[in-house]
């Protein structure tokens, strides 16, 4: 039975979601140097096209096909035979196509957000090619597993409200590798690139934090009280972590700064995204605390020690905090909130911590072989790094013939 | 004293940077300027600077020196910015008739440091 406003809540959070690949395109554009600002830009818009046409042709049928297979496989090719009235097996109240465009949206985001792990050394077409391949072998399967009606995380229990797993733990683990992989950019040493453009990451984060009502509120997949408390528990553990990054530099530093409190944010969004819709207000600020705590010291602490270059912490923040924010569901979980989730340790069962902690140990070790492999793969085809006069050059004369700032008029 | 003013593609800035500290300069003033020389703002890597004009985006810099520096100034930058290809750009060197230490009022050879 089709409600008009589950639909049209399903519907605005759609498009919500579909703003954050351009925010996170800003997000990122604004980290990097000057010279590759076009480039991350394109990647993040391109992916908007390409893995909109992935997701209707064979990605949709892949993640959630009823089937208790690997993935859904090819039934729903092309998306055929799907009419519009609603899959009962995920939202009952809305149509499918609803459905349908909602994931979509976390189909496009997810892959993009590797791009902060390669960006500024990343040959343009051997970014499309790996980028086609992940979905298609890392995200459609994981979504399956986890989303998909019979996949086997989800048939073992696992919770991941909005996609701690699926779209943090597989985007975060795929940009370590792809770090490592790829190899630090030139001339790290003695020059550290500086963000080129803060309030673009400014404004890249005010996009994603609005768009994160929708990603969050809008899983709830009706306009309902879970989706009301998904949507004040992204809000608060958003400002927690925003407040406790900064003050973290201000005792650090010396000095608090725009864009550890954007990072901040961010990190806090990450996290509460599989908690969102199981854990209290309360539970959240608490989560916003820990995800910044522990992703600062991963970004300012670990990662300069390991010497790996995560150019944008893709995986220091995303990675990071979906994982933590998944194991958190095991602790702050409680069907007080929400009667189809379930409780966790600190509401007196154990059970669903071990549940999550098992499922992200499954996608981490699945992420990182898979995600290893085709990189090597596509390396050894058409070489994933741009030669070292091109990413001097930068990669928006080099990849796309264009620049993005004039110097005279 | 001289100043030695050169111009440079900007992706070779680094690799320049590098040879004028292993020579021991490390009094550089950098900016960015746009012009043309014989390549006549065309070349299959700039195209994009068409919107430009036809002027390609180079790097000024201003090194001023004490006479003992000028040729390993020179060679240092030459060694940094060189490819062999047309638009490596140019080295001008100019008579500097003083020079002054704002903070100190010094002046001359001290100054230039």
């Given at each position: 039975m089709i409600n008009t406003g589950d639909t049209a809540f399903v519907l605005l959070s759609t498009a919500l979601v579909m703003l954050m690949t351009p925010g996170l395109a800003l997000f990122y554009g604004g980290m990097v140097r000057k010279k590759n600002v076009l480039g991350v830009l394109m990647q993040c818009f391109i992916l908007l096209c390409l893995l909109s046409i992935q997701w209707v042709l064979f990605g949709y049928s892949l993640a959630f096909f009823p089937s208790q297979g690997f993935t859904g496989g090819l039934?729903?090719?092309?998306?055929?035979?799907?009419?519009?009235?609603?899959?009962p097996d995920y939202a009952a109240t809305i149509p499918h196509h609803a459905f349908i465009a909602f994931q979509m949206m976390f189909a496009v985001i997810t892959p993009a957000l590797i791009i902060g792990a390669f960006a500024?050394?990343?040959?343009f077409s051997a970014f499309l090619v790996f980028s086609i391949l992940w979905a298609t072998l890392v995200y459609d399967p994981v979504c399956h597993w986890v989303?998909?009606?019979?996949?086997w995380l989800k048939t073992l229990g696992v919770l991941d409200f909005a996609g701690g797993i699926v779209v943090h733990t597989t985007a975060g683990i795929a940009s370590l590798v792809a770090a490592l992989v790829i190899g630090k950019r030139k001339n790290l040493d003695h020059n550290t690139p500086t963000p080129h453009n803060l309030p673009f990451v400014a404004t890249g984060t005010a996009l994603l934090w609005f768009g994160w009502f929708g990603f969050n509120a809008g899983s709830a997949l009706g306009a309902n009280s879970v989706a009301c408390n998904a949507f004040m528990t992204t809000n608060t553990a958003a400002a927690a972590a925003g407040l406790t990054w900064s003050i973290l530099e201000w005792i650090r530093n010396g000095k608090p700064t725009i864009f550890g409190t954007l990072t901040g944010t961010i990190a806090g969004l990450a996290t509460i995204t599989p908690a969102s819709g199981y854990v209290t207000v309360l539970s959240a600020v608490i989560i916003g605390i820990v995800a910044s705590v522990v992703c600062y010291i991963a970004v300012g602490v670990v990662k300069p020690k390991l010497g790996y270059d995560d150019s944008l912490d893709a995986f220091g923040v995303h990675g990071v905090g979906g994982i933590i924010g998944t194991l958190m569901v095991g602790l702050f979980a409680t069907k007080a909130v929400n009667p189809s989730g379930a409780n966790g340790l600190f509401y007196g069962d154990s059970k669903q911590f071990f549940i999550q902690l098992f499922a992200v140990g499954v996608v981490f070790v699945y992420t990182l072989t898979v995600s290893f492999v085709l990189y090597k793969l596509v390396d050894l085809f058409m070489r994933v790094r741009v030669s070292e006069k091109e990413e001097l050059m930068g990669l928006d004369l080099t990849q796309h013939r264009k620049r993005a700032y004039t110097v005279l008029e | 004293m001289k100043l030695i003013i050169a111009i440079i593609q900007p992706y070779k800035l680094e690799d320049v940077k590098d040879e004028l500290y292993k020579a021991g300069v490390n009094l550089i003033t950098v900016s960015e300027v746009l012009g043309h020389g014989r390549q006549k703002g065309i070349t299959e890597v700039y195209r994009g600077a068409k919107e430009t004009g036809n002027l390609l985006r180079k790097i000024r810099l201003e090194i001023a020196v004490n006479d003992s520096f000028v040729e390993p100034t020179v060679k240092a930058i030459i060694k940094g910015a060189k490819t062999g290809e047309t638009g490596d750009g140019k080295i001008f060197v100019v008579p500097l008739e003083d020079c002054v230490r704002i903070r100190t009022g010094e002046k001359g050879a001290v100054a230039v440091g």
């Open positions: 039934t729903w090719f092309g998306l055929r035979g799907i009419g519009l009235d609603p899959n500024e050394r990343m040959k989303w998909g009606s019979g996949g | -």
